[in-house]
């Protein structure tokens, strides 16, 4: 009865809110259609393009901004190669090699080299997301098969997988204990984006680095390298062809043949793509979709591979078969359907043979593939037991993050913070009437709630709910309340919001955008453990969409917050001089920067917010979601500046949070925040600012 009661009240609530009635998906709707409105002025781009001439321009074009993207080229440093152990086989030998794509950061790599007098052409073959990596079944039929028809094959370890799993249980130090590598590749590639890197650039990289090393081989044809990889080895295909001219045929196998923009939002598998690696930022900017990525690889060969044909990969193949042949190279692109699961099948084995053996051979591939035996993974080891980490070998990407944060140092000082904020949060001047409309009013005992809701910019709306008490007090008299939870967190009787009502405050409980009222519809997904779903769901993948137009979810949640502060100072029953601001959870980062922003806060409290964004760094896994991540933010200040641009105004940090959001013991807080108390102390409020324990 209760859960029926509550249906019922959402669906009255739902029916008398003309705007959510008529934009139930709000804030996606929004983002698609700035994405759809950044691809309609992209495809004019590309329709206009004509001449071979102007597709070579594109593709340089293509070529420079998704370098840019990735990070760019870090110092080629020495590879030191390591040929740990060699074995041979009938018809070739294997070679479990090492290299350093960056000082003792190590990729582990198997390499098939074809018997013969040579030299050969070569593939460098990036793995998806399986755990074993290079030692999939699967994968071990391709590099066979290859090398059999004449190629030599380095297989790779891409980061997270096979022996270069570093994700360790922090309560035991045991490596591991998850499955899937996914998680391993989001965690630490959504924090190197605070510090202005992106893990995409580091596993291009160990990619670059593979093609040097292939090149110091004798038994290499330098003039003929290919790259081939299968689902997320796909997709580091694609990005490795379009970045290294070196690559003269590329096969991507199921790995992203699409147009992500425009979006169909109702397709959930198209909303979100959940690995960090795989997106590009800014890339709506410059109009570089998946399929722009393709394109760019003309007129070098390429093969694309799916699982089955469909609507949106035979669009995506049009477009690309379109640019070959503007290029009179039509014959350079195809397309092979597996009419399988997603796997890299014996008909897409064959398939990628035939096709690099085309190209470099001039010669048909065999038409039948052997009846191989997979090594055991022990046999392919670069190290005596399957992992770098337990070897003690070298960096991984926790380790280097850990470097990272740990040589710290804010690059600027408290008082230039809110422009720094108001830039990296891409936060722009306040426009447009908030045009309020009331929803409906709810009489209490001894107050009333105002059901409103207002417009933040166009597009976006706003709903708050005002607890508007019969006895007022004059002067402190109103405050203001932002929650991840939603507006009605505390919101119903014997809750926190009456009680300030009934002591005669003025409470305003406003769901910023896609928060509470507003929230997508979409289902968060289930896939993985429920202590890595923040990394699948709406959240994460709204934040994408946002850092695709070089935006920022949490500063249009900022900016949701200021507007809310101007809604409030309209009302007649609000001191100007007196509105303070609570945030909880995500929220309190919301209350907190916009404080640091707009001197009519008078007061803040953060509840619940997180730490610090260096304390990311320290660890290999969290709860906190992507919108609360800022792309750069680290490359200028953290969290303890943020605070101290609040002096010398009154803000207290209420059980501040660690990466797991357990509440950090009082002598860890109080060392994170010695900035801020000291600049509270400069600012002579040296009693203004508090870390607080007290329920």
């Not at 840019?68 to 152990?85: D, H, N, Q």
């Not at 928060?515 to 997904?525: L, S, W, Y």
Request: with cysteine; charged share 20%; net charge neutral.
């Amino acid at each position: 009865d209760f859960l029926n009661s509550r249906r019922a009240a959402s669906a009255l609530g739902a029916a008398g809110n003309p705007l959510l009635a008529q934009s139930p998906d709000m804030l996606v709707s929004y983002l698609d259609g700035r994405l759809a409105a950044l691809a309609a002025k992209w495809d004019k781009v590309r329709d206009g393009l004509k001449t071979p001439a102007q597709v070579n321009q594109r593709n340089r074009f293509i070529h420079e901004k998704t370098r840019e993207m990735v990070g760019g080229y870090p110092e080629r440093t020495p590879l030191g190669p390591v040929v740990v152990r060699t074995r041979q086989r009938k018809g070739y030998r294997v070679e479990n090699v090492m290299y350093q794509s960056r000082p003792d950061f190590w990729v582990t790599g198997n390499l098939y080299i074809p018997d013969g007098p040579g030299p050969f052409p070569a593939v460098l073959s990036p793995c998806g997301h399986y755990p074993l990596a290079r030692m999939y079944p699967d994968y071990q039929f391709v590099y066979m098969n290859l090398a059999l028809a004449g190629f030599v094959v380095l297989a790779y370890d891409p980061i997270g997988q096979g022996e270069r799993r570093h994700f360790w249980n922090p309560e035991t130090g045991v490596v591991g204990g998850v499955d899937d590598p996914v998680y391993e590749h989001s965690l630490p590639g959504t924090v190197l984006l605070l510090f202005g890197e992106n893990l995409t650039g580091y596993r291009v990289w160990d990619g670059i680095r593979g093609i040097d090393y292939l090149l110091t081989r004798p038994e290499v044809i330098p003039g003929k390298i290919g790259c081939a990889g299968h689902s997320g080895g796909g997709t580091l295909t694609l990005f490795i062809s379009a970045i290294d001219e070196r690559v003269q045929c590329a096969v991507v196998n199921e790995g992203g043949a699409i147009h992500r923009w425009p979006m169909n939002v109702t397709l959930w598998s198209h909303l979100n793509s959940p690995d960090i690696e795989q997106n590009l930022f800014p890339s709506a900017i410059y109009g570089i979709d998946m399929c722009d990525l393709h394109q760019s690889i003309a007129p070098r060969p390429l093969l694309a591979l799916i699982e089955n044909y469909s609507p949106r990969f035979n669009e995506t193949a049009a477009h690309i078969r379109r640019r070959y042949r503007q290029l009179g190279v039509a014959d350079r692109f195809a397309t092979v359907e597996a009419t399988d699961p997603h796997a890299w099948t014996v008909k897409l084995r064959l398939a990628t043979t035939d096709w690099l053996s085309r190209w470099f051979y001039s010669r048909p591939g065999p038409a039948r593939e052997p009846d191989f035996e997979p090594e055991k993974p022990e046999t392919l080891y670069c190290t005596a037991n399957g992992s770098l980490q337990y070897s003690n070998k070298g960096e991984s990407i926790f380790t280097l993050l850990q470097r990272k944060q740990s040589a710290f140092t804010p690059a600027i000082g408290r008082r230039e913070v809110p422009e720094a904020i108001r830039a990296l949060l891409r936060i722009r001047p306040a426009h447009g009437p908030l045009a309020v409309r009331q929803v409906a009013i709810t009489p209490r005992k001894g107050y009333r709630v105002e059901k409103i809701e207002f417009v933040s910019e166009p597009g976006i709306y706003i709903p708050v709910w005002i607890f508007v008490p019969e006895h007022p007090v004059t002067g402190r008299n109103a405050i203001l309340f932002v929650s991840e939870s939603g507006k009605e967190a505390d919101g119903m009787e014997l809750g926190l919001y009456e009680r300030m009502a009934l002591a005669g405050r003025v409470v305003l409980s406003a769901d910023v955008r896609g928060i509470g009222e507003t929230k997508p519809p979409h289902m968060a997904t289930t896939f993985g453990p429920p202590q890595f779903r923040q990394l699948f769901d709406a959240e994460n993948a709204m934040s994408l969409m946002a850092w695709y137009m070089d935006e920022s979810l949490l500063g249009m949640r900022v900016y949701d917050v200021m507007r809310c502060v101007d809604y409030a100072l309209s009302r007649p029953d609000v001191d100007a001089k007196s509105l303070e601001v609570v945030g909880q959870g995500a929220g309190a980062l919301w209350a907190m920067y916009a404080a640091a922003l707009d001197p009519r806060l008078v007061s803040v409290v953060a509840e619940r917010g997180l730490l610090s964004y260096c304390s990311l760094a320290q660890v290999d896994r969290y709860t906190h979601n992507a919108g609360i991540f800022i792309r750069g933010v680290l490359q200028r200040f953290d969290l303890p500046q943020v605070a101290a641009a609040i002096a010398p105004r009154q803000l207290t940090l209420k059980f501040p949070v660690d990466p797991m959001k357990r509440v950090v013991p009082a002598a860890a807080a109080n060392e994170a925040y010695k900035f801020t108390a000291q600049a509270y102390e400069e600012a002579g409020a040296a009693n203004s600012f508090r870390i607080s324990y007290d329920a």
